[in-house]
């Protein structure tokens, strides 16, 4: 997390960069980011951080392109996903439609076929596949879960 993306979103929004993605949390004028990637031709997604309830994006949802929503705290890799945040998705899926949702923590081959029947369109997997012995192996498993959906 960047504090203060005000100051430097400017230097985010050039080619190839499609999507800047800010953390809620660290935003003091919202209204400024948005109208700064929109001026960029460029698509804008909030963050929000583990204990911080989606329900702060609502204001947002009408202006923004995405939602990335981090389940577990920034830092250890191969945390457990909290399973309340199945809910969070549906939350935001209802409230929002047509906002890609990424989730980020906590996401394997288990838990990324729960995420995406909650709505999930985009899944960050870490350790899932980097700690895996045999990393080709980790990807063929999500592959395969996303595909028997």
């Known amino acids: 997390m960047i504090a203060e993306p005000e100051k430097v979103i400017d230097q985010w929004l050039v080619e190839p960069i499609r999507r800047a ?13 948005i109208k700064k990637c929109r001026d960029a031709g460029r698509e804008v997604g909030f963050a929000i951080k583990p204990g911080t309830s989606w329900a702060m994006l ?9 939602v990335c929503v981090l389940r577990v705290q920034p830092g250890a890799s191969a945390q457990n996903m909290p ?13 929002c439609p047509s906002c890609i949702i990424e989730i980020d923590g906590g996401v ?4 990324a076929s729960r995420a ?3 709505g999930a369109d985009l899944l960050v997997a870490g350790a899932a596949i980097f700690g895996s012995p045999d990393i080709g192996a980790a990807i063929a498993r999500f592959k395969k879960v996303i595909a028997d959906e």
């Open 83 to 95: 399973f309340e945040m199945l809910g969070e998705i549906r939350g935001i899926r209802d409230v």
């Open 108 to 111: 394997n081959s288990e838990t």
């Open 21 to 33: 993605i800010v953390h809620l949390e660290a935003i003091k004028d919202p209204e400024l980011i």
């Open 116 to 118: 995406r029947n909650a």
């Open 58 to 66: 609502t204001p947002w949802f009408e202006k923004i392109d995405m």
